[in-house]
């Protein structure tokens, strides 16, 4: 009997808590301004690149990651989060969008590189190529026959600035008449403000022009 | 106009769930291109002056018809205001991608002749060059998003390049400054913040700023093409 009470005191009392309690959210992460690594490496690991190779043949196929998969040390100097991507085996037909997503508050600093099979660096992209893709500050590209993976590091020259923007919109809302309902239409506009990390969500978008052809991937 | 600027906005785009525009990207090393041939009559005659969500649209059939009117009334008086100042929105983003393009070592020529419709060119006219650079600018002048919102400059813009020897698509993209609706793939500028009308009143306060916003905003266009061509 005892024990019943016990249980039912618990029940009791976990169901009283349960509805106090309230939903929490996560804010969204801030811009990383600084960044030091540890345990970097001279050259990209190229076994744990993700695929960008889908199940099977898609129009479009995207993937996510975070910027800081491993940590690389520059040629140039310091250290840098990296994440390495495996371009499809069969690139002639892709086209392929690779950047930082715009998030709330924050834009990874993207420094793509493509990659030969050994690793060796076969082309990068100067600062002026990086254009807002909608929500992706990105480079655009079609892969090159010996071109295999695609390497995003972080720019340092870009941490730290911040990039405004104005994004307008219409909202329409349903109205109750009475008699029926009628839509209203209303103009929004929006000041965004985000500031260049070291860290973020880079996206790779492939885009497959051919996806009947035979055997491909 | 609304319908037109979310058609544009749609078949260049995509929102989450459908599928994206798809741009050709270019690539110098491959392509083989010094000399270029501008396609003529990039613009359409007048610049826009457009609220989107206007209050008179929103009471059917006849709010919708005196919106027209003030609309297009709007529009004119915005295009009397940019005469004034002798503005010449096709002279400024065809000498700006000329001279841009001719930094970036090519050597550019301007072909002449009107376009039938608002689209790329079906063929293009005998030149000489490797490539016809091809801009088509489907609007641009102020749009406000709408009642209260200030008008702010908006371009919607297309280029490609075609190698002239074979009708090779070499790149085409989609330029979009200060769009209206949210466009995955395409190139957005965000609007400059200096620029920004009140009204019809405040729109038609100073020609001079006026004509400003609107050769900022084109030669932001002007600047995207040619970056695309680097």
């Known amino acids: ?217 | 106009m609304f319908k037109k600027l979310l058609a544009i906005a749609a078949a260049m785009t995509v929102t989450a769930c459908a599928s994206p525009y798809i741009a050709t990207p270019y690539d110098r090393t491959t392509a083989n291109v010094t000399t270029i041939a501008l396609a003529d009559d990039s613009l359409a005659p007048q610049a826009i002056a457009y609220e989107v969500a206007s209050t008179g649209a929103n009471f059917g059939l006849i709010g919708a018809l005196v919106d027209a009117g003030i609309q297009e009334s709007r529009k004119q008086a915005v295009n009397d205001a940019l005469g004034t100042v002798q503005f010449d929105a096709e002279t400024i983003l065809e000498r700006r991608i000329t001279s841009t393009l001719t930094t970036q070592g090519y050597t550019v020529q301007t072909l002449s002749g009107d376009r039938e419709k608002r689209d790329f060119l079906v063929s293009y006219p005998a030149a000489g060059s490797d490539a016809y650079l091809d801009i088509v600018v489907t609007e641009y002048g102020y749009m406000s998003s709408g009642a209260g919102q200030p008008f702010r400059p908006t371009v919607y813009a297309k280029v490609r390049l075609m190698r002239a020897s074979d009708n090779t698509l070499l790149m085409e993209n989609m330029i979009l400054y200060n769009p209206i609706a949210p466009t995955e793939g395409v190139i957005t500028l965000a609007p400059n913040p200096e620029y920004a009308f009140r009204n019809r009143e405040g729109l038609l306060e100073d020609p001079t700023h006026l004509a400003a916003g609107l050769e900022d905003a084109l030669v932001r266009v002007a600047d995207t093409a040619a970056q695309l061509m680097r």
């Open chain 1, 1 to 217: 009997m005892n024990r019943l009470n016990a249980l039912v005191t618990l029940a009791a009392g976990a169901s009283l808590l349960a509805g106090c309690a309230t939903t929490t959210y996560a804010p969204p992460p801030s811009a990383t301004l600084d960044y030091a690594g540890t345990n970097c490496a001279a050259s990209p690991d190229l076994v744990t690149a993700i695929s960008l190779t889908p199940d099977k043949e898609r129009a479009l196929y995207t993937v996510t990651a975070p910027a800081a998969a491993g940590c690389l040390t520059r040629t140039e100097g310091g250290d840098t989060p990296y994440v390495t991507f495996a371009l499809p085996a069969d690139h002639a037909d892709k086209t392929i969008i690779v950047g930082a997503v715009l998030e709330p508050l924050r834009i990874q600093s993207p420094a793509v590189a493509l990659l030969d099979r050994e690793g060796r660096v076969t082309r990068t992209f100067s600062a002026e190529d990086y254009m807002y893709r909608g929500s992706v500050y990105s480079v655009q590209f079609r892969p090159r026959e010996t071109e295999a993976y695609v390497l995003v590091t972080t720019d340092p020259a870009r941490v730290g600035q911040r990039y405004d923007s104005i994004v307008v919109g219409v909202m329409t809302t349903t109205v109750s008449t009475g008699y029926g309902t009628s839509q209203w239409r209303s103009g929004t506009e929006q000041a965004q403000s985000r500031v260049f990390s070291w860290e973020g969500t880079i996206q790779v978008s492939v885009a497959d022009s051919d996806t009947e052809e035979e055997g491909a991937q």
